[in-house]
């Protein structure tokens, strides 16, 4: 086994995007679905797709952030205090979709 040479690299990089977008349009056509049959046919609601959707953005968000944070880490040239509001920002986003996953299945009489 040997490491990928740099157009490897990439091709794998593009690859993982375009997974990654196929991805979140799928969650989204399926979030939109289920939010209109709510609407329409009132069909009990669905969180999955929503909190799929929802966790995805937030863990390719947070690894973006932490991976650029150690990729400057060290540099004097860097500002390294710039990631670490993103990342506090962020774990709040998480907190606050934890919170809101909660309250929902809080109100659809979900057993916990």
Known sequence: MRKPDEMERQIIARAQ???????????????????????RYRDPLDLRPCAL?????LVQGFSQLVLARRAVT???????????VKLVVMACAVAAVI??????????GVPG
Do not use: C, I, K, Q
Request: no cysteine; proline share 4%.
């Open 17 to 39: 995007r375009n997974g990654y977008l196929f991805l979140v349009a799928s969650l989204l056509a399926w979030s939109l679905y289920e939010s209109w049959a709510v609407y």
């Open 99 to 108: 919170a809101t996953a909660v309250a929902a299945l809080v109100m659809l």
């Open 53 to 57: 959707l929802g966790l995805a953005v």
């Open 74 to 84: 060290g540099d004097p040239d860097s500002h390294e205090t710039g990631p670490l």
